[in-house]
């Protein structure tokens, strides 16, 4: 993959993580986007679509694991950085 498509798929991942923390939030506006159990509502809106876009074979549980391990992973490496765009990456990275 070349790096402006491998740049294009971080931005478009990016959008969609970005798209489904505002329908969480949404969804969870009477706690003000709070959910503890949001990895399992994340899987559900994101595997329509995230699988294609990585070109992988997901199940909801694997989803949910790729989210547990990518915020874990930027609550250590990058606190405070942009989360849609360091999960994107960091997958981008492990699947292209």
Do not use: C
């Given at each position: 993959?070349?790096?402006?498509?491998?740049?294009?798929?971080?931005?478009?991942?990016?959008?969609?993580?970005?798209?489904?923390g505002?329908?969480?939030?949404?969804?969870?506006?009477?706690?003000?986007?709070?959910?503890?159990?949001?990895?399992?509502?994340?899987?559900?809106?994101?595997?329509?679509?995230?699988?294609?876009?990585?070109?992988?074979?997901?199940?909801?549980?694997?989803?949910?694991?790729?989210?547990?391990?990518?915020?874990r992973?930027?609550?250590?490496?990058?606190?405070?950085?942009?989360?849609?765009?360091?999960?994107?990456?960091?997958?981008?990275a492990?699947?292209?």
């Open positions: 993959m070349s790096r402006t498509t491998q740049t294009d798929l971080v931005q478009q991942l990016a959008t969609l993580l970005q798209q489904t505002e329908a969480h939030h949404q969804a969870f506006i009477e706690a003000d986007g709070v959910d503890p159990e949001w990895p399992l509502w994340y899987a559900e809106h994101l595997h329509e679509n995230l699988p294609a876009l990585l070109d992988a074979e997901l199940t909801k549980a694997e989803i949910v694991y790729l989210l547990l391990s990518a915020d992973q930027r609550s250590l490496e990058a606190p405070g950085s942009n989360w849609p765009r360091f999960y994107a990456k960091l997958w981008v492990r699947y292209h």
